[in-house]
């Protein structure tokens, strides 16, 4: 049997909670019953770095003076997190300091989906949604978060060094960081800043930048200026489809404002390949308004722009079949709106760009004073300086995140 201590839950809920068909605090509630009040963390009271800093501590404080069950308990500890893949990236990223201080063995994570897209969850088959009848399944889904194999899972580095003077307004799920000292052999366009400002993240699925970013960016936006107008999954897509078409998505064939045109207009992009030390220059298509370097085979809610592609097809282009623990970002692009649409219908796969296992964007200017990236659903909106360039480099995290596998695993 388990030790009663080998499962705790991290629920992001509160008593006005939406996630989960607000169900969020009556899935706490009975959490609670069936694991006990003390296993059982709502994020808006105790935070993941605070759990890891205090309560893992107490537990190896306990082993290191002779407990049993305490050493028992840490060795076979389990995490399942109650949320939005935005909650799941917040815990992991806690988890991940336990890396850094050598604090093993980093407790596996399972997932019960409170979000919208939940491709977090998908691809590591706990569902793309809250089930209806979560109740009955409750016991099922304890069962399977302390039992089921385990799986791994790459996270990515996102360094931003842009010219000192801009403000950024970055997501949380970003930091300033100190000056971070680049790969200047590598060939550039611009100039480098002479005085800097670094930003560095973490994502585990992608990090895009172009037109898609900036639809995310107009919808958080109105979300967060007119909350009462997004409150439910059917009125988000109808005001997300809104954006798409104000903000050119559909039509930009049709429009000649500068900030539609092709992405290569104002970036370039270097990548290195898999167990290579050298940097490649990828030249970026004309048609491409927006780049995507992807993580893992679930994208916008459960889609797979990169496609299932066949033996023959990867060889040719040099390619290897994606996996979310390989090393490798996929990186493709959305043209106009007509092609993202039958992308996200799965009628035909994106455009194919590249595999890379670490990437450098150098942002150019020029006629353009902005442009939108968002990294895990979260947008911001990026300036530009028509002097010097704004570097972006990805790079993968040392060690992989634990996950445990769901019952129908895609990953």
């Known amino acids: 049997m388990e030790s009663p201590a080998s499962d705790i839950s ?61 050493k028992e308990t840490r060795e076979r500890l389990r995490i399942i997190v109650a ?14 300091e336990l890396h850094e201080r050598g604090q093993e063995p980093v ?70 960081t100190e000056e971070v000292i680049l790969d200047k052999d590598l060939e550039i366009e611009g100039q480098f800043p002479k005085e800097v400002s670094c930003y560095q993240g973490v994502f585990y699925n992608y990090f895009s930048i172009g037109m898609d970013a900036q639809v995310a960016y107009g919808f958080h936006q109105l979300r967060n200026e007119k909350p009462y107008l997004a409150q439910g999954r059917i009125a988000n ?24 045109r092709g992405l290569n207009n104002i970036l370039r992009m270097h990548i290195k390949r898999l167990n290579s030390p050298k940097w490649e220059l990828i030249p970026l298509p004309s048609s491409i308004r927006s780049i995507v370097a992807l993580n893992l085979p679930s994208y916008a809610s459960g889609r797979n ?28 692009g959305f043209k106009q709106g007509w092609h993202a649409s039958f992308v996200m219908a799965d009628f035909i796969s ?15 200017g020029g006629t353009w004073r902005e442009c939108f990236m968002q990294m895990d659903g979260e947008p911001w909106k990026q300036p530009m300086n028509n002097e010097y360039s704004t570097f972006l480099d990805i790079k993968k995290v040392p060690f992989q995140s634990i996950m445990v596998k769901g019952e129908n695993n895609h990953s």
């Open 83 to 96: 949320g939005g893949d935005g909650t799941v990236g917040w815990v992991l990223g806690c988890l991940g």
């Open 107 to 176: 407790p596996p994570t399972a997932i019960i989906p409170l979000g919208t897209g939940n491709d977090l969850s998908r691809s590591f088959g706990w569902g793309g949604s809250f089930s209806i009848k979560w109740k009955a399944a409750i016991k099922r889904i304890l069962d399977r978060a302390i039992h089921a194999p385990l799986s791994r899972l790459d996270s990515w580095n996102l360094v931003i060094s842009m010219p000192a003077g801009a403000e950024l307004g970055i997501p949380y799920a970003m930091k300033q």
């Open 10 to 70: 991290m629920n992001k809920t509160s008593s006005k909670s939406s996630s989960g068909g607000r169900h969020g605090s009556e899935l706490k509630s009975r959490l609670q019953d069936f694991m006990g009040e003390e296993q059982v963390f709502d994020l808006h009271n105790v935070k993941p770095h605070e759990f890891v800093q205090y309560g893992l501590a107490c537990i190896e404080n306990f082993a290191a003076l002779g407990d049993c069950c305490a």
């Open 305 to 332: 722009p990169w496609g299932n592609l066949k033996p023959d097809y990867l060889e040719k282009k040099g390619f290897v079949e994606a996996s979310s623990d390989d090393g490798l970002l996929e990186i493709f």
């Open 350 to 364: 994106a455009k194919h760009i590249a595999q890379a296992a670490g990437i450098r964007f150098e942002l150019r």
């Open 237 to 260: 897509k109808i005001i997300y489809s809104g954006y798409c078409c104000k903000q050119g998505w559909f039509f930009t064939p049709c429009i000649n404002d500068p900030s539609l």
